[in-house]
């Protein structure tokens, strides 16, 4: 009786083992159909995949590092809260030209964050996709061990019990 419950529930995780790998491929596939639908290319400046298509969790991390470079270069290494400070005392002293130039590379970066955090979003998803790959793997290992342990003709007990007769 264990023996058939042993290989029922290896059975059963078999099954689930096989749609977590199923649904963690189709989900890498999915991200890389989107991500590749964009047109992205890593900028030619990146120190990492430079030109390469963005398509995978490399050059997504890679264009997204790139795209803060950029940022920081066009507000001289300035953030979005340090510009925000800078816009209110550029209106303050009356400059509206600087306001708006300042406005405006705070909206660069507002942009460049936005990108990054669409970049970094589908990196995260790509490494879900793979931990349900493994996952998967791992629960038909298990699942493999519970049905052999169901396959077992003889009781162990059975085994002792001729011994002792003999």
Not at 63 to 88: F, P, S
């Amino acid at each position: 009786m264990r023996s058939s419950a042993a290989r029922i529930a290896g059975i059963i995780s078999i099954i689930a083992g096989i749609v977590f790998i199923v649904a963690g491929a189709a989900t890498w596939a999915l991200i890389t159909s989107n991500l590749a639908d964009q047109n992205i290319t890593v900028a030619d400046d990146s120190p990492m995949l430079a030109g390469d298509d963005v398509n995978g969790p490399f050059s997504a991390f890679a264009e997204a590092q790139i795209i803060n470079e950029h940022a920081l270069d066009a507000t001289g290494g300035k953030t979005y809260a340090e510009l925000g400070g800078e816009v209110r005392a550029a209106e303050e002293a009356g400059d509206t030209a600087l306001a708006e130039e300042l406005q405006g590379q705070r909206t660069t970066v507002t942009n460049a964050s936005f990108l990054r955090a669409s970049l970094f979003t589908s990196v995260v998803s790509y490494g879900v996709a793979a931990l349900v790959v493994g996952l998967g793997v791992l629960w038909v290992l298990v699942a493999w061990a519970l049905t052999s342990l169901g396959r077992s003709t003889v009781p162990a007990y059975a085994a002792t019990d001729r011994r002792v007769n003999a």
